[in-house]
């Protein structure tokens, strides 16, 4: 018998060591030191010496009305984005899901808005969105409509923020489902058709429920990554006008290294992990149910 | 039964739809990079115009882009390849030891907002004097591209049946062995999606090196974002460093197409 030595014995454990080191010394290590600060009234600013002060950070965090607001922001940023992502990915697929000539091609250009660099993405939206030589207010005027002030309006910049993320981010569920849909199995359809079913009781009573698991993870990787938007936010409004646009990333971006106040910016850092965890959670429980 | 030629009409229409508006600021971005700034703020917009090449003049002569896409080349290359050094072997032991516990781990990392590591990163590497070192850089960039190569490649694994180790280990081949020359070289459609994938997003990733990069080692995404801020409203120049940031991804997007739609869509997609 060939011996097998103690790499070999043991590679369960050699092999995956040095990932495992790197992760825990780039990630669980800043997140327990964040958690560490977020005690603390750090102030890299304000001379005031370092101490560990229990939740009073928590307490002035949850007390500043700009950072309910950037909470309620967040959430509502993120619902309108995967609101409309969800049905206009979803209606996409449905209609892509054949075979026609070209369909590699249109892959590819779905692909487009995923890979273009959200930085740049984000300053040509902001020369459509230019209040006086836009292309979005010009296509206004045609129509006889008012012009816009769009991401530079207190009321209209979160929704013009949420329209370039759904530019941006409708495809990637729309690839999601299509994979999805070419995975199901032809039968459940063959009999349909036999009894007579509409088109629309297809897609309600087979479609929808084997697809279900499918588009529910793609919709919880889109809220996680919506929650977390911040290139293009900061790229194209830096959080204004006002605090207007600024997200709970953003927020705990400026507090971390235009401020420097660093116990705050723990304190808004531990709630934005906790949400991003929860909905991690989520993730995980979805794919134990369905062995995904 | 043939199509009726009045459905495929409205089909070919659907799909103009569709495309229209996803290509449209693609085109209306390369578009403006070749118009004069009297061609940008004209109204109504113009849809005809002599295109002009100084915008790009302006962005590689004055702005020095090309020390901004060495810089970002760099930095890409060398954390993919590290993390592919670290990925692949604990994506290897993850999907054949079933080791559910570290796929968390690292699905997490990959879920995790990346300003939650980065504040205290900044105070880490400025007390080690790392600011705007390619160190500091790659090893953040490192934490975009491992989770990718990991979470591609553990399931890209678990396709290979067992067998083909298991034959090269009953001639005498260690485990190791087999994996290096055996696993791996089957893999390599794995591992193009993995190499890809997270040169893409380490390209595109704007947060981390606008934090721990300034002159030395600052990257393209940096630069143009710097660049609307510097030079105001200069629209055409603008528009020209965008293509010029945008242009490799997409390249890269067309040449391995089926691997990055394979690779995005995987996190939700048994198989």
Do not use: C
Not at chain 1, 23 to 48: A, H, I, Q
Not at chain 2, 54 to 75: G, P, T
């Amino acid at each position: 018998m060939r011996k097998s030595g103690i790499l070999e014995h043991h590679l369960n454990v050699f092999f995956p060591l040095p990932a495992v080191a790197f992760v825990l010394v780039m990630m669980v290590f800043p997140v327990l030191y964040t958690l560490f600060l977020s005690f603390s009234n750090w102030n890299l600013t304000s001379g005031m010496p370092f101490a560990l002060v229990g939740f009073r950070s928590y307490l002035r965090v949850l007390r500043e009305p700009r950072f309910l607001a950037a909470l309620g922001r967040t959430f509502s940023f993120t619902a309108l984005a995967l609101t409309a992502e969800t049905l206009l990915g979803l209606g996409l697929a449905l209609l892509l899901n054949r075979k026609f000539r070209g369909k590699g091609f249109m892959k590819l250009i779905l692909l487009l808005p995923l890979v273009a660099t959200p930085v740049a993405i984000g300053i040509v939206w902001n020369l459509f969105y230019d209040p006086t030589i836009g292309l979005a207010n010009y296509v206004l005027s045609l129509f006889g409509l008012p012009r816009q002030a769009w991401v530079s309006g207190a009321a209209s910049v979160i929704p013009a923020l949420a329209l370039v993320d759904i530019w941006q981010w409708t495809p990637m569920i729309t690839l999601i489902v299509l994979a999805g849909l070419a995975g199901l199995s032809p039968e459940p359809y063959e009999s349909a058709r036999v009894d007579g079913a509409t088109g629309l009781q297809i897609f309600f009573r087979i479609t929808l429920p084997m697809i279900a698991p499918t588009l529910l993870t793609a919709m919880i990787l889109r809220a996680i990554d919506a929650l977390k938007t911040f290139d293009i936010i900061y790229a194209m409004t830096g959080g204004g006008p006002g605090y207007t646009s600024e997200t709970l990333n953003v927020m705990a971006f400026k507090y971390s290294f235009e401020y420097f106040r660093m116990g705050q910016s723990s304190v808004i850092l531990v709630f934005l992990f906790l949400l991003v965890l929860t909905l991690s959670a989520l993730i995980m429980r979805l794919r134990r149910r369905f062995e995904l | 039964m043939k199509p009726h030629p009045l459905r495929k009409l409205g089909f070919a229409l659907i799909l103009v739809l569709i495309a229209g508006p996803v290509l449209f600021p693609f085109v209306w971005m390369l578009a403006s990079s070749f118009k004069t700034q009297v061609d940008i703020i004209a109204w109504p917009p113009r849809i005809l115009f002599s295109p002009i090449l100084e915008n790009y003049r302006k962005v590689f002569q004055e702005q020095n882009f090309l020390k901004y896409f060495v810089n970002s080349s760099i930095v890409g290359v060398t954390s993919v390849a590290f993390s592919l050094l670290l990925g692949l072997p604990a994506a290897y032991s993850i999907a054949r030891f079933r080791q559910k516990r570290l796929s968390v781990l690292i699905l997490v990392a990959r879920l995790m907002p990346g300003i939650s590591f980065l504040m205290p990163w900044y105070i880490i590497f400025s007390r080690l004097k790392l600011m705007d070192s390619y160190t500091a850089l790659i090893l953040s960039h490192m934490l975009i591209a491992l989770p990718i190569v990991v979470w591609i490649m553990s399931s890209y694994f678990e396709t290979i049946p067992i067998e083909m180790e298991e034959s090269a280990m009953v001639d005498g081949a260690t485990r190791q062995r087999a994996f290096l020359s055996i696993i791996l070289p089957v893999s390599s459609p794995g591992i193009v999606t993995a190499i890809t994938l997270s040169f893409i997003f380490s390209w595109n990733n704007f947060m981390f090196s606008q934090v721990l990069s300034m002159e030395k080692t600052k990257t393209l995404p940096i630069a143009v974002y710097n660049f609307v801020s510097y030079a105001e409203v200069d629209w055409g120049a603008v528009m020209a460093a965008a293509v010029a940031i945008m242009a490799p991804a997409i390249l890269l997007t067309m040449i391995f197409q089926k691997y990055v739609v394979k690779g995005l869509t995987m996190g939700a997609v048994k198989g």
